[in-house]
T-cell receptor
């Protein structure tokens, strides 16, 4: 158990809809990163939030957006859902000022787009 | 960011040491090597990391070659619960984004 929690566990949406996924970081961590993991692939970095601002982004379109709150929890929002957005969405928390930057992952949210 | 290369799959007999190799020939001098594993449909689990010295913790040992172009993760006494996908990652030079590859699927055989 890492102390990182995500909600919901599973979600089914229809193409074109919008979805919000939530993540609570481990106590003492100030940075949250989001990853998308398609079936059979490794996690792909979406973006990272530090001090409530985006701090790096992978190769994902603007319809993927996020927020970080003062308590360091975070949301991932995806607009105009596409079938290819079906994946396991992982968040990971870390302490930005640590030289080692190990990230601790939550259990993920399984999103299915039909 | 340095890329990593890992064999897609490996088997190991239960109770034996599992040695998982990783190539990272373009690693920069200040980039760390991290290992994570992911048991089916769960979030990745941190195992160990290192810069240039060998490291050991309660889960595994990490051996990094002197030129830092490759490393090996060693699980000293593999159990069935070690069956998972193992990812070797080199930390991005800026920020703390991790770039995962496709990893090595380790199967521990009874």
């Amino acid at each position: 158990e890492t102390g990182v929690t995500q909600s919901p566990t599973h979600l089914i949406k229809t193409r074109g809809q919008q979805v919000t996924l939530r993540c609570s970081s481990q106590s003492g961590h100030n940075t949250v990163s989001w990853y998308q993991q398609a079936l059979g692939q490794g996690p792909q970095f979406i973006f990272q939030y530090y001090r409530e601002e985006e701090n790096g982004r992978g190769n994902f379109p603007p319809r993927f957006s996020g927020l970080q709150f003062p308590n360091y929890s975070s949301e991932l929002n995806v607009n105009a859902l596409e079938l290819d957005d079906s994946a396991l969405y992982l968040c990971a928390s870390s302490w930005r000022d640590s030289p080692y930057y190990e990230q601790y992952f939550g259990p993920g949210t399984r999103l299915t787009v039909t | 960011d340095a890329k990593t290369t890992q064999p897609p799959s490996m088997d190991c007999a239960e109770g034996r040491a599992a040695n998982l190799p990783c190539n990272h020939s373009t690693i920069s001098g200040n980039e760390y090597v991290y290992w994570y594993r992911q048991i089916h449909s769960q979030g990745p689990q941190y195992i160990i990391h290192g810069l240039k010295n060998n490291e050991t913790n309660e889960m595994a040992s990490l051996i990094i070659t002197e030129d830092r172009k490759s490393s090996t993760l060693i699980l000293p006494h593999a159990t069935l619960r070690d069956t998972a996908v193992y990812y070797c990652i080199v930390r991005a030079n800026t920020g703390n984004q991790f770039y995962f590859g496709t990893g090595t699927s380790l199967t521990v055989i009874p």
